[in-house]
């Protein structure tokens, strides 16, 4: 059987873990770990685990009315 790996575009994708996230938006992982823990319970975050999820288009929407980051 043949099982060929598939991959998702990052612009297409739900959620992005936060080395994801730093890439794509192109804001360092240790200033996302901060945006994430300065709000806690946001919508844009997802908690999986212990592992910290941005939902990419909620998270677009907040850094589209941020005036800073």
């Given at each position: ?39 806690e319970g946001a919508d ?14 909620l998270f677009e929407d ?8």
């Open positions: 059987m043949n099982h060929t790996e598939k991959t998702i575009p990052v612009w297409e994708k739900y959620s992005l873990n936060i080395s994801e996230a730093a890439e794509y938006y192109g804001i360092g992982e240790k200033r996302l770990r901060q945006i994430a823990g300065e709000n844009f975050i997802l908690e999986v685990g212990s592992h910290i999820r941005f939902k990419r288009k907040y850094l589209d009315t941020a005036s800073t980051v």
